[in-house]
Structure formats: C-alpha cells, structure tokens
C-alpha cells in the first residue's frame, strides 16, 4: 500500500538525517513514512497512532498506548512499533486512510493495514487489543497501579485524592489491607477519627493478627480516642496536680494528653512517677499503657528507648 503523503511542513535535512533507523516509539513524517511503517511492518507490526493536539481523546489515548508498547517489547522484543502521525501536519492522511475522526489507530503488517480501531479505547480494551494482535498475554494488575497512584497522591499531600482512590481499591477488594491501612492513616492525619474508626472495624481479625502495621495504626487509634474522650483539659490536670502530687488520675490523664500533643518526655515521667509511687493503681495500669506508649512511638524512638531503660530500673531496682 502507497500512501500519497506529501510533504506540508519542509522537515529540515538534518533532522531528517537523525531520525534514528529503528525505533520502538517515534515521529513519522511524510518523507520516513515508508520507511518507518511500510518497510517496517515487513518485519513487525507497525501501529499508527494518528492524532492531533487539538484533539483531547488522541493526548488521552497516546500515553496508554506507549505505556503497553513498551510493556510488550519487554514481554517479546521487535514484536511491534509504534508509530505517531500528526494530522495537522498532513490534513488529507484522513481521508486516504478512510478515517471520519480521530483519534485512530491502524495496524500494519506485510505494508498493508491489517487491523486498528477509532475513538480512545478505555485502557483495558487497549490492552484487549494488542493481546489479541501479538498473541501475548498482558496480566494487567488494576488495584496495583490504583495503589500506586493513591501513594504517589499521598506523598504530594493529595489525602483527599488518595482516599478516593483506596476506596475503589475497596470496592475491588472490600478487605484489602494495604488500603485500609492507608486509609486509616489518612482519616487519623485528618483528625477524622470516626471515619478512621470505621475502615479499623473493616480489618477482619485473622488479617489483623499477621500485621504488624495494622496492629500498630489500631493502638494509635485506640490511644487517641482514649485521649479524645478524657474530660478536662491539661490546665485542669496540671492543676490538680498542684493541689495534690498523689492524683494519679489527673496525673495519668495529663501524661494522655501530653502525648497527644507531642509531649512524650513529659507523658513518659508523669506514668513512670505513678509506677514509682503506686504499681497497684488501676491494677498496674500505668506500666500497661506505657507498654502501649512504647508501641505506639516505635522501638527506635529515642522516647521509647530511654522509657525502657527507666522503667527497667524502676521494676528491678
């Protein structure tokens, strides 16, 4: 097949003569046209993305179709190329190739167009297509790239975005626990502790159990909704205290919300000062949230790591 596509825009010589022999995604023009799709698709398929940038569909569709090109070169190398005309550039391509719109896609094989498709295909109908084409088979992992789409708007401070994102991952897989974990830790972030609290009930108990990330996102939230419902404020506490340095209950809800706001020396000697003076309160409840205190922080915070040292003295002084 013969393709009278003449020459609208004079391509300098010398880009001409760059233009590589052999590439798996590159420009056309009307002078490397037979030879980067007729010559070519003697040897491979040679798909033709034929699009324009005023066209919104053709922007759409051009990265999913790179994306998959690449992803089949890895899979069997020079099984295809891919092969981008800008109609703008040759307005009449249109009509010779039969095309009413854009964007269009048309396979060539053996110098003769074979197969193709119109209009932006959804990504898994793309994929449908060149696994039908090539004979491969692509196994596309959709809930992977939503988790890593969801990370990468998290890491820009997209909470909100990245939350809808895990949701559909929950849609797919209502008990994943990689997006109930993150969705746990966004709500948190957001102080929107009943929604963090709902997706914690989601976590079924045998997935809980294996999962040391999720165990510690539910002690933290347990430990803030623990702080949340205290009634009193830290001035009220401290001076309770004032009034009577024996008020372990002032003193245990003051080291809460120290904590809560990031005072942890401070949380750490009010609980430790209960221990030291009475180890029977609350029937040793204030060793026992340490304990939770020093999962909470993690084994290398520098908190948790002196708290243990002090309460090793205390306990076995």
Not at 42 to 65: A, E, G
Not at 84 to 107: C, E, F, M, T
Request: aromatic content about 6%.
């Amino acid at each position: 097949m013969v393709l009278d596509i003449e020459e609208k825009n004079n391509e300098p010589a010398k880009a001409q003569e760059s233009r590589s022999d052999f590439g798996l995604i590159k420009e056309t023009t009307a002078l490397s046209f037979p030879q980067d799709v007729i010559m070519a698709s003697q040897k491979h398929f040679v798909l033709v993305d034929v699009w324009s940038p005023r066209c919104q569909p053709c922007l759409q569709l051009t990265p999913i179709l790179e994306k998959w090109v690449k992803k089949l070169h890895q899979e069997k190398s020079g099984i295809l190329t891919l092969v981008k005309l800008n109609s703008d550039q040759y307005p009449h391509i249109l009509a010779q190739l039969g095309l009413r719109s854009l964007p269009a896609v048309i396979v060539f094989r053996n110098g003769m167009p074979v197969d193709g498709f119109m209009g932006a295909l959804p990504e898994k109908q793309v994929v449908t297509f060149l696994e039908r084409l090539t004979g491969l088979s692509l196994e596309t992992d959709p809930v992977g790239d939503l988790l890593k789409r969801a990370e990468d708007l998290t890491t820009q401070g997209d909470f909100a975005g990245a939350a809808e994102i895990y949701a559909r991952v929950l849609q797919a897989q209502p008990a994943h626990p990689v997006a109930l974990l993150a969705l746990i830790q966004i709500y948190m972030n957001l102080k929107e502790y009943t929604l963090a609290r709902s997706f914690m009930d989601m976590v079924a108990p045998e997935i809980l159990k294996n999962d040391p990330p999720l165990q510690a996102a539910k002690k933290t939230l347990e430990l803030i909704e623990q702080t949340e419902s205290l009634s009193g404020s830290a001035v009220e506490f401290e001076a309770r205290l004032k009034a009577n340095p024996k008020d372990w209950e002032a003193c245990f809800d003051l080291a809460l919300l120290y904590n809560g706001v990031g005072k942890r020396t401070q949380a750490l000697d009010l609980l430790l000062d209960i221990i030291r003076h009475d180890r029977q309160w609350r029937d040793d409840g204030a060793r026992k949230q340490l304990l939770e205190l020093f999962d909470v922080w993690g084994p290398e915070a520098p908190e948790t790591q002196a708290g243990r040292r002090k309460l090793s003295a205390l306990l076995f002084s």
